[in-house]
């Protein structure tokens, strides 16, 4: 099965969102910063509800209001 972010596309969202560490991101999810480790590593898909969150975060950062 295909992961539904690359690490690649989280390095990104990270840096859009402002999360500056693997930390940051991992407590502000809720998830443990060797989670978001692996995730960034590619041993472990990130999985598809952090990746719509992330996307849905990053979209509404970029409305206009």
């Known amino acids: 099965m295909l992961a539904s972010m690359s690490p690649e596309e989280l390095r990104s969202a ?3 969102l402002g999360y500056r560490t693997q930390n ?3 407590n502000a999810i809720g998830v443990s910063r ?3 480790s692996l995730w960034l590593e590619g041993k472990v898909g990130v999985p598809r509800p952090v ?6 975060l990053i979209s509404a950062q970029r409305r206009v209001y």
């Open 34 to 36: 060797s989670a978001v």
């Open 51 to 56: 990746a719509m969150l992330l996307r849905m």
């Open 14 to 16: 990270m840096r859009t």
């Open 24 to 26: 940051d991101l991992a």
